[in-house]
Nanobody, 125 residues
Framework: QVQLVESGGGLVQAGGSLRLSCSTSAITFRSYTMAWFRQAPGQAREFVAAIAWRGGTYYADFVKGRFTISGDNAKNTVFLQIASLTPEDTAIYYC???????????????????WGQGTQVTVSS
């Protein structure tokens, strides 16, 4: 059974940084596209970033260079580094995975087959 487990969230002051991790099991990491989404209170879930099975990275427009997605194939783990946090970044951050043969539409929620439970990020002003 595929499992995605996020970690690294927490309470941080504005201007700080965090590194979120998503560890995977029961999938061949290199054969999947991994992505991060987030959902703020009362808002729809939105795409943040994705790393494709061939190594390309894709970001939402709002990222503006503050977010970096990366992966460690040996550890089957994907990371999301977030810098210069603002209160608007407060959300539950979810890790998602889909089979690597799918291309494009990295921000389309329905294309992802597996989801983690999420990790809460709270940014105080």
């Amino acid at each position: 059974q595929v499992q995605l487990v996020e970690s690294g969230g927490g309470l941080v002051q504005a201007g700080g940084s965090l590194r979120l991790s998503c560890s995977t099991s029961a999938i061949t990491f290199r054969s999947y596209t991994m992505a991060w989404f987030r959902q703020a209170p009362g808002q729809a879930r939105e795409f943040v970033a994705a790393i494709a099975w061939r190594g390309g990275t894709y970001y939402a427009d709002f990222v503006k260079g503050r977010f970096t997605i990366s992966g460690d194939n040996a550890k089957n783990t994907v990371f999301l580094q977030i810098a210069s946090l603002t209160p608007e970044d407060t959300a539950i951050y979810y890790c998602a995975a889909r089979q690597g043969w799918r291309s494009g539409n990295y921000g389309q929620i329905s294309t992802y087959e597996h989801w983690g439970q999420g990790t809460q990020v709270t940014v105080s002003s």
